[in-house]
């Protein structure tokens, strides 16, 4: 079950604030992070295990909500660097369940 | 420290063409490896994972195959390629639990004509 990502991309100057959404319409076990930067591979960024929790990467942070089976990335003051393509990957609860990923955000940052 | 090879970065090759793609995973032992497809708009795509030497499991009915024969070598194949099959292809390597925090290799641009 792939997760919905949103929105389709993001454009902003440098130092201003973004917020990347990832859903699920089914119950999650976690919620995964990942930047990929054009022509190279995905770099991790974070994971998000339990509900309401929030977890922070240099200036990103993200929150995963349980109930609503959704998290969000908070990219605060962005810089240049953080241009890429943003991807949420997610785990449903229940054993074996696989990492899916969505189709992923871009994200331009201007100066 | 861990690493992870990819090869080769960029092939073309002709439809009905044969293919093999390599990966192979240094500094650490019994990783779960994964072949994944990113084609335009489409995401990251979960081809073929696996938790050990020979055991493959496949995700999306296709031509492709993949296959472990040693601990950290982990190879995608075709006998015949397709337009279908063009894309960006990238290995991953994760311990512990299934899908935790995947370290990616550089990855190989297919383009089939």
């Known amino acids: 079950q792939q997760p919905v990502q949103s929105p389709q991309a993001v454009i902003l100057r440098e130092g201003e604030d973004a917020v990347i959404n990832c859903s699920s319409s089914k119950a999650l076990y976690s919620v995964h992070w990942y930047r990929q930067k054009h022509g190279e591979a995905p770099v991790f960024l974070m994971i998000?295990?339990?509900?309401?929790e929030q977890k922070g990467h240099e200036k990103i942070s993200a929150s995963f909500n349980e109930k609503k089976q959704q998290s969000s990335l908070y990219l605060t003051a962005s810089q240049l660097s953080y241009s890429g393509t943003y991807f949420c990957g997610t785990r449903l609860t229940g054993a074996n369940s696989k990492l899916t990923f969505g189709k992923g955000i871009t994200l331009s940052v201007r100066p | 420290s861990q690493t992870i090879h990819q090869w080769p970065a960029t092939l073309v090759q002709p439809v009905g063409s044969p293919l093999s793609l390599e990966c192979t995973v240094e500094?650490?032992?019994?990783?779960?490896l994964y072949w994944y497809r990113q084609a335009a708009g489409r995401g990251l795509q979960l081809l073929f994972y696996s938790v050990g030497i020979g055991q493959i499991s496949s995700e999306v009915p296709q031509n492709l195959s993949a296959s472990r024969p040693q601990d950290r070598q982990f190879i995608l194949s075709s006998k015949k390629l397709l337009l279908s099959d063009s894309g960006f292809y990238l290995c991953?390597?994760?311990?512990?639990?299934?899908?935790?925090?995947?370290?990616f290799g550089s990855g190989t641009q297919l383009s089939v004509l």
């Open positions: 991953a390597w994760s311990v512990g639990a299934m899908g935790e925090k995947l370290f």
């Open positions: 500094g650490t032992s019994n990783p779960n």
């Open positions: 998000l295990l339990k509900g309401g």
